[in-house]
């Protein structure tokens, strides 16, 4: 029922000038489906609290102008949208104090109406006001919807980078196993997975109403791209949190040393950007001798940084922050020298296609004690899989034998240990292959392989003017 509802309001964009991509349909009812659920939850928190206001002006809840499937539609519907509904928003007062006011503010102020057409635009509300966000089957049963949505971003465009396969959050998330009353972080929290695991990881081990009530303010988020902040907002809002925790800005942007022991968590849960460069000169926030443009790294230096003595984190990182001299080398020391690194699981490289193709690896470490040997776990392909895709997607069920090895480690075909002397003798190189395994023949992408023969084309021309001279 409600995934033909989400299936038909697609559809419907389809047809709309302005939504002619899947990025862009997701962003769009993105925003409609925030104004949507934020105004159930604002109608519910009135008849709960006496005191509560909406940061809404009454005329721009949902029910008010769009609730009324014969409500106003065409050039009059997409006027008010994007000449009353957005500018309003965008500017909310803030004087009140109320939270949630800054967040409508930094949503709204952040994103757009793409749709053009202001009959299919009303065709799509009508579709939306079909779903009851105040009727907690409904709700559930569109949460998984909402899910497999933003799972569809790792195939839509540019936002692949914000999602991270639930099959991931789940696993870093229970082998990291967060506490009642213990702080979590994800500094780059994208469109929410690692908080909506986190959350769901804490509540189903809740022993009271008041640690149910706690975890709300103790798992915490940071993102600096508007249209993952909305996204990210509304997923822990369909998971019953009031006033989601996530912090609009870029977490490289504070220099390390503003930070205080109060700023400092128990467990952090991140898949950071890799591959990008740093904007606005923010490697100058971090020790001279870490700086690098590379953000992966820098994400790296920070989470050391924040995690408390005895503090926990897991983290989703390429290939090239294992290895590489300089700047990397130093980083990767200071993560050895300041933290037990005591596990690396080597996943195969299209966990994350077609975003990215690179191999990563899931690093899990204690902060408060120097790392003396390091596990590593090599998580295989599915038998008959040549690769994941967008149809087959990699599944928690595949982590089962990783789980039952966590507690009782043995050496496998699967399973090997370093020590850290060896690590040290190699330049403190994390990228050690299989011992027990053949080496694999690498799988080129099409952007290698033509980077390969271009090398070759410049090596040939570079020997056959070698020749000419000589020949002359």
Request: aromatic share 10%.
């Amino acid at each position: 029922m409600i995934s033909g509802i989400v299936k038909s309001a697609r559809n419907i964009m389809r047809q709309d000038t302005g939504t002619g991509s899947d990025e862009l349909r997701i962003l769009q009812l993105g925003w409609m489906l925030f104004l949507k659920i934020f105004s159930d939850k604002d109608k519910e928190l009135e008849l709960l609290q006496d005191d509560y206001i909406s940061p809404i002006p009454a005329e721009l809840h949902w029910d008010e102008w769009a609730g009324d499937d014969e409500g106003m539609t065409g050039d009059e519907l997409l006027a008010f949208v994007d000449q009353k509904l957005f500018p309003t928003l965008s500017n909310v007062d803030l004087s009140t104090g109320n939270k949630r006011a800054v967040l409508v503010r930094e949503v709204f102020a952040g994103n757009y109406n793409y749709m053009k057409s202001g009959i299919h635009l009303r065709q799509v509300i009508n579709k939306l006001n079909e779903i009851d966000f105040n009727n907690s089957k409904d709700k559930q049963v569109f949460g998984q919807i909402y899910e497999t949505f933003l799972g569809e971003l790792q195939s839509a465009g540019t936002l692949g980078e914000f999602y991270t396969p639930r099959a991931i959050t789940e696993l870093l998330t229970e082998l990291t196993d967060p506490k009642a009353g213990e702080k979590v972080l994800d500094p780059a929290c994208g469109t929410g997975g690692f908080l909506t695991a986190a959350l769901e990881h804490l509540k189903a081990k809740a022993s009271s109403v008041a640690e149910r009530d706690a975890i709300q303010s103790n798992v915490m988020g940071w993102e600096y791209k508007p249209l993952p902040y909305l996204l990210g907002n509304t997923n822990l809002i369909l998971h019953d949190i009031n006033l989601p925790n996530i912090k609009y800005g870029d977490s490289l942007a504070t220099p390390l040393t503003e930070y205080r022991q109060k700023d400092r968590v128990d467990v952090i849960l991140t898949n950071p950007p890799f591959g990008g460069v740093v904007s606005n000169n923010n490697e100058n926030n971090f020790p001279q001798t870490y700086r690098t443009k590379e953000s992966a790294d820098l994400f790296l230096i920070l989470m050391i940084h924040l995690l408390k003595e005895g503090g926990r984190a897991a983290i989703v990182l390429p290939d090239g922050s294992l290895t590489g001299d300089g700047v990397k080398q130093r980083i990767r020391q200071k993560l050895l020298e300041d933290c037990n690194l005591h596990t690396i699981i080597r996943l195969p490289n299209s966990v994350f296609q077609p975003y990215a193709s690179v191999a990563t690896n899931l690093l899990f470490f204690t902060k408060g004690e120097p790392t003396r040997n390091v596990w590593y776990w090599q998580h295989k392909l599915p038998e008959g899989y040549k690769a994941y895709s967008k149809t087959k997607p990699i599944q928690s069920a595949e982590f089962d034998g990783l789980k039952e090895w966590w507690n009782e480690r043995e050496e496998s075909e699967l399973a090997w240990r370093v020590d850290i002397k060896t690590i040290k003798e190699n330049g403190y190189n994390l990228d050690i292959k299989n011992p027990h395994q053949p080496e694999e023949e690498k799988q080129y992408s099409s952007a290698e392989l033509l980077d390969l023969l271009h090398k070759s084309f410049a090596k040939g021309d570079q020997l056959l003017q070698q020749l000419k001279k000589e020949l002359s």
